[in-house]
Structure formats: C-alpha cells, structure tokens
C-alpha cells in the first residue's frame, strides 16, 4: 500500500490530481467531521440520466482516489431537490391534468401519478436510488425536503438571516436590474395553497422571521425554520456546501459562471467552499449539446442496449474537461478500448496501474478481459455472416478460438449479444458498398489467388502480412488506401478491423468466396 500511495501521490491521472487538492484542505489536521464530503445534486423532476450517471460515476472516481492517498474516511452524498416547486407538468405522466392543480408545490407535496409512493418527489427520489443501486455505487442518499422540515437546515437559515444583507449583495450583483426589484434568496411556502412563493421579502428580521404578501394578499410572517421556507437554487448551493462542510462538487460547464457565488455565499454564511471541478457537456453528433428536453444524444439506456456499463464507465473516465461527442457511432471504439486497458492492466507497474482508466472504474478489483474478439471485428462478422443472433457468430469465434466459449467468456458472450443488435439497428442500414477500381480489382483477383494456396492456417499476423505485401506490391500509395478499399468493396464500411485477423476469424475460404462474390457484383 505505501508503494502504491507513493505512486499515487504523483499520479497524473485527473482523479488523483483532484483527490490531491481535496487531501491539500486537510493538510494540518482532519476534518471536524470526522469524513471528507463528496456531493453531487439531482433534480428529480425528471428520470436520471446519462448525466446523471457521470456525475456520480466520475466523482466516485476521485473518492476511489482519495482513498488511496489518505486514511480520512470518506462519505458520498447523493443530494435531491425535491422541495423545488414543480414547474411544469412532467410529457410522460399518466392523467397529466390531474396535476395541474399542484403547479408550484414542492415536488414531494405533489401526488404520484404512477401510484407506487407518496409523492412524486418520492418516486423520482425511489428511481433515482434504484439507479444507483443498479449500477453499484456506494452512497447515502439526502433529501432537500427532510434537510429543511426535520430542521437539518435550520442553523444555516438563521444564520442566512442574520446575513441577509451580505447574501443579498452576492446575488444581487449577478442580476438584471429588473430581478434585483423581486428577488429574495428565501422562498417561503405558502400557507394557503403550500406553493413555493417566488415573492419579494417585506423584512426579513436577524432572528430568523420573513414578512411577505401571501397568494391571498395578506401579509404573513412566519420562521425561516421548520420547512416554511426554502432558498434559491443558487443560495441553496453556497448553504448547503455551508452546512455540509462539502469538500469535493463537480458539475458540468454550464454552472461554472456560478462558481464565484456559490462560494461567495458558503463564505458569508461562515463555510468554507469545497473543491470543484468543471466537467465539459457532451455533444451530440451534429456537435450540438445534449440536452434533456431536445432529447438528441444517447440516453443510458441505449447505451446498455449494445454496450456494458463498463465501457459507459470508460468513457466517462477520459478527458472529462475536453467536449466529447457521445453518439452511437462512439460505442464500438470505448468497448474495445477499455478491453485493451484490461489487458494491459496486470503487465504494469504501480504507476502505470494507477493511470490505467481501468482502475478508476473497478478499484483494485479490475477483472481479466476474456474478449477473444475485438467488439468492431465482431460488427464486421456479423455484416459478412447476416448474422441475426450470438450464436451465428459464436460459430466463427470458436473456430478461431476452440477454446472459448459463451460459459467461460461470458463478457465475450454478451459483447456477441452487442454486436448483432449494433449491426442490425446501425450498421445494416447505412452499408454501402462500392464497385472496386481497376488497381483494386487486380489486387484483390491477386489476394484472392495467394488465399486459395494458402498453407499457413489461421495465423491473423502471417495473414496480415500478406494482405499488406499484396498492397505494396501493387502500388497503393498510401497503403492505407488498400485497407480502404477492402473495407469499401468488401464490408460496406469506410473503415475495420486489421484484416488479417478478420480472414483468420471468417475463414479463408468464407473470405475467397466474399471477395469473388463482391468482384462480380
């Protein structure tokens, strides 16, 4: 553990240069608490999602980080905002109508459309746990509404009354002069109707009393305390990290101009802000930002239609500062590029160990990949086989493989399951296969000509070598431009695998007759 500390301590993987900023903050002494606080926050008007799941994931890694250069126990908190009022009316609800009347309650005084909870907050707040659980994160959950009616929040609403004034003239500064005429950090709950009132503060007194207009036009005063009042969304950040002693938030780009006031805020009220990291938004193919409610871009789910949590996991893990287009046409690449880090992973030393994505994913619990094939190779036998399920394709691997087997190589099993779906809803409908020049035809009769002796089995590097002397030899320059046309003629497919190793798992004499079949199209 001390060589693998000490490796730690310079490591340039980003979850342990973040872990380092978190451990600076302790340097002379341990937390009052007795933990370091990670957060992250979920707003449970709509289902988790992508996003969700890469908050969380890429947090746990610098946790996972963490724990490695330190003792201090740690503590994931995963926050919901379920005291926010509800906004507008959720487009996949049952009996959506039913609802209107509770537009502007807090979303766990709204009742459950599906029936199963509570609350609809409850619901969101149930799926989101179950989403977490699914994917094995270790966690405790927190929910806005019992912080702020079981009184959790109290201290830090007295004290944001005491410090109104300084509060205010954080926000104030970062809004239009119109909003400024309005605004109140504190959103009272009205009496008469249990609506989070977004109305201007009448006085708001030291000791923790808030006069405002009711929906009736009566005046109320009532106690910041005891659930008869939330904050703002932005001062409700800087309270909690206060209240909290959070020390480690990340959140996407788009809340980075916030920063300075959240922080500003958690100051104020006498915290001290945690460490932040500002991951970049993903994009969708067109280079637009995914969004929620455009709906472009993948969901988790169909990630997990053709691909492993795993390999979702690998994705998150790299370059989360740099925008990242997350596409269908993406997944393929992250499989097969996470099973390459697996297999490199037992061969390196500590620190290789530690910049190894694989390990921010798995923990010192990294499992031996078993992938016999690589993922894309497994998309190009199944558009040359037709194949319409796993057990096609398993044919061609146990030849090439007669030791594997669907029992024993269970991830190469499910990635088989992957693949079939991949080429049948991505890969089938976009094939376009393109009549070879007359240079691409005389190389290929001549490929087809060395196959038909061919005495050198199924060796994939000794058929590799072939196919690029059959390339130099006939004067494609670049050589890539063979490859090319290989991929082009052969497979519909503007790129592929090395191709000896695709000949080696089709068969010599499936490949001859695709060559010649193509050549005659």
């Known amino acids: 553990m001390t060589n693998l500390r000490d490796a730690a301590m310079t490591s340039k993987a980003w979850p342990f240069e973040e872990a380092r900023r978190v451990l600076k903050r302790y340097e002379k002494k341990d937390p009052e608490k007795g933990y370091v606080l990670f957060e992250t926050g979920y707003g449970p008007s709509g289902l988790p999602h992508i996003g969700t799941f890469g908050e ?6 610098v946790r996972r980080a963490f724990e490695i250069i330190s003792d201090i126990p740690t503590k994931l908190l995963c926050f919901s905002d379920d005291m926010d009022g509800m906004r507008k009316i959720p487009g996949n609800v049952p009996d959506p109508a039913a609802l209107e009347p509770f537009i502007q309650k807090p979303l766990t005084a709204v009742p459950d459309p599906f029936g199963t909870h509570g609350s609809f907050g409850d619901h969101m707040n149930a799926r989101l746990n179950n989403f977490l659980d699914t994917f094995g994160f270790e966690y405790e959950f927190a929910s806005s509404t019992d912080y702020y009616t079981s009184g959790k929040m109290d201290d830090i609403l007295l004290k944001a009354a005491e410090k109104y004034d300084d509060v205010m003239a954080i926000m104030l500064k970062s809004l239009r002069e119109e909003r400024r005429q309005t605004y109140s950090i504190f959103l009272p709950i009205s009496p008469t109707t249990g609506r989070v009132l977004y109305v201007p503060m009448k006085e708001v007194t030291k000791d923790g009393m808030i006069t405002f207009t009711d929906e009736d036009g009566t005046d109320v005063t009532l106690p910041v305390t005891g659930g008869n009042c939330k904050l703002q969304w932005k001062p409700d950040f800087g309270a909690r990290w206060a209240a909290l002693g959070v020390d480690f938030e990340m959140y996407g780009k788009d809340h980075a101009t916030n920063t300075a006031i959240y922080g ?28 929620k409610t455009s709906g472009n871009g993948l969901t988790i789910d169909e990630w997990l239609t053709y691909a492993s949590t795993d390999s979702l996991s690998y994705f998150m893990y790299l370059k989360p500062k740099t925008a990242k287009r997350m596409h269908f046409d993406v997944i393929p690449k992250a499989v097969d590029e996470y099973h390459q880090q697996l297999r490199a992973y037992p061969d390196q030393d500590d620190k290789g160990k530690l910049n190894n994505p694989v390990f ?23 558009s040359v086989s037709g194949a319409e399920d796993k057990e096609t394709l398993w044919g061609f691997i146990q030849r090439y493989a007669p030791d594997a087997s669907a029992e024993k190589n269970r991830q190469m099993d499910h990635a088989a399951g992957f693949a079939v779906r991949y080429y049948n809803d991505f890969v089938k409908p976009t094939k376009v296969y393109r009549a070879p020049t007359d240079q691409e035809r005389t190389a290929m009769e001549d490929m087809v000509a060395r196959l038909k002796v061919w005495d050198g089995g199924l060796d994939a590097e000794a058929l590799q070598s072939m196919v690029f002397a059959v390339g130099k030899e006939h004067n494609f320059d670049p050589l890539r431009n063979w490859f090319t046309a290989l991929y082009e003629v052969l497979l519909g497919a503007s790129q592929g695998p090395r191709f000896g ?6 068969g010599v004499e499936e490949t001859i007759n695709l060559i010649e079949t193509q050549l005659q199209a």
Request: aromatic share 10%; net charge negative.
């Open 56 to 61: 969380v994931s890429r947090t746990t890694m």
């Open 264 to 291: 500003g805020i958690c100051r104020a009220l006498g915290g001290r802000p945690p460490e932040n990291f500002t991951y970049e938004l993903f994009l969708d193919s067109e280079g637009h930002k995914i969004s």
């Open 360 to 382: 921010h994913i798995h923990g010192h619990n990294v499992p031996a990949s078993d992938m016999v094939v690589p993922f894309a190779m497994l998309l190009n036998l199944a």
């Open 501 to 506: 190793g695709f000949i080696a798992l089709y």
